[in-house]
Nanobody, 124 residues
Framework: QVQLVESGGGLVQAGDSLRLSCAASGRALSRHNMGWFRQAPGKEREFVAA????????YYADSVKGRFTISRDNAKNTVYLQMNSLKPEDTAVYYC?????????????????WGQGTQVTVSS
């Protein structure tokens, strides 16, 4: 079992930055692929970014490419999402997720473990 806890959300203005953290306990993250997803009110959960465990390859949704960066620190059992140039449309609850193996990194159904989410609100 893997327990995930997100932190770092908050209320910011458009153009600001935030860094989300996802701390894992229970089992090491080092052999898990990790993803960040988000869900805005009335919308489905959508893929944001992912990082593969064995070579740290990264993947991004088109809407965040060039603005967000996913990274991991296996020694700290933590995954990060650096979010720059935030826009009001980035407002959502952000979730981190883990899976030992994926077929499609962008599908939330692939992931076995989820955190409780952290709210990010971007005002215009």
């Amino acid at each position: 079992q893997v327990q995930l806890v997100e932190s770092g959300g908050g209320l910011v203005q458009a153009g600001d930055s935030l860094r989300l953290s996802c701390a894992a306990s229970g089992r090491a993250l080092s052999r898990h692929n990790m993803g960040w997803f988000r869900q805005a009110p009335g919308k489905e959960r959508e893929f944001v970014a992912a990082i593969r465990w064995f070579d740290s390859s990264t993947y991004y949704a088109d809407s965040v490419k060039g603005r967000f960066t996913i990274s991991r620190d296996n020694a700290k059992n933590t995954v990060y999402l650096q979010m720059n140039s935030l826009k009001p449309e980035d407002t959502a609850v952000y979730y981190c997720a883990a899976v030992s193996r994926w077929t499609t990194y962008y599908s939330h159904s692939q992931y076995d473990y989820w955190g409780q989410g952290t709210q990010v609100t971007v005002s215009s």
